[in-house]
């Protein structure tokens, strides 16, 4: 399934409220960790996964990557992602990131951002992702951590005053779908488990280069005093890849 909720009015006026929305990277808890992970953009060729608003995109293309191309499903984000983007080497592509089709060794660099969660093939994604790096290219994506997806309900359990007791972990080796619920509207999410993600890239040919579990950063809590609950489990998972030389 091809699920594309961003279009729908609804959820897109929720999301476009969404911090990481309005402030855009710097609103992002991850970011600072995946920024960390991406490596050297200049002169490189770069493909971003579920582009979005266009953010990675733009950032790349600030540290002077040869080329970008967004590829989303929503032509809402990419109203919007146009809209930002005054830059003729950053190309946007309405497309489900499963219908994908490049060229072989096109790309120096493929970037993710919390997308792989919503598409079930991931695998044949990756397969994908290797066949269009050059030798040596690499490959980062963040995806909303095993923990975080492994109930439908992913949220915290609460006592009588509504007070935050723990975050229950069920069904964790049992991949698929999970049914859930995301700003306004059901969305399924596919779970599957951190050997998975891992076992998936290095059986194609990759070579794992790092494995996080970001945390919100100490400025990020004072200034969001809710975010400290970030730090009692992991919400996010980010992979850098490469495809071996």
């Not at 309005?22 to 200049?42: C, N």
């Amino acid at each position: 399934m091809k699920q594309n909720k961003y279009d729908d009015a609804r959820f897109f006026s929720a999301y476009e409220k969404m911090p990481r929305s309005v402030k855009g990277l710097e609103g992002a808890g991850e970011w600072p960790v995946l920024k960390a992970l991406i490596p050297d953009l200049r002169n490189k060729n770069v493909l971003d996964l579920g582009c979005g608003f266009g953010w990675h995109c733009r950032y790349a293309r600030a540290e002077q990557a040869s080329s970008v191309v967004g590829v989303d499903i929503s032509e809402k984000m990419l109203q919007k992602a146009r809209k930002n983007t005054d830059d003729p080497l950053i190309s946007y592509i309405r497309m489900p990131i499963e219908d994908i089709n490049f060229l072989d060794s096109q790309f120096d660099v493929v970037i993710s951002s919390l997308a792989f969660h919503y598409i079930r093939p991931f695998a044949a994604i990756c397969k994908k992702v290797f066949d269009y790096l050059t030798p040596g290219g690499k490959f980062v994506f963040s995806v909303e951590h095993p923990i975080f997806t492994s109930r439908d309900e992913q949220d915290w359990y609460y006592d009588n005053q509504g007070n935050r007791l723990h975050w229950p972990v069920d069904n964790y080796q049992t991949e698929g779908v999970r049914d859930t619920r995301f700003l306004t509207e059901n969305v399924v999410k596919y779970h599957r488990t951190i050997s998975t993600y891992i076992n998936d890239l290095i059986g194609l040919g990759f070579s794992i280069s790092a494995v996080k579990e970001p945390m919100p950063s100490e400025e990020m809590v004072k200034s969001v005093p809710e975010m400290k609950d970030e730090n009692r489990r992991p919400m996010f998972l980010i992979i850098l890849a490469e495809k071996s030389i």
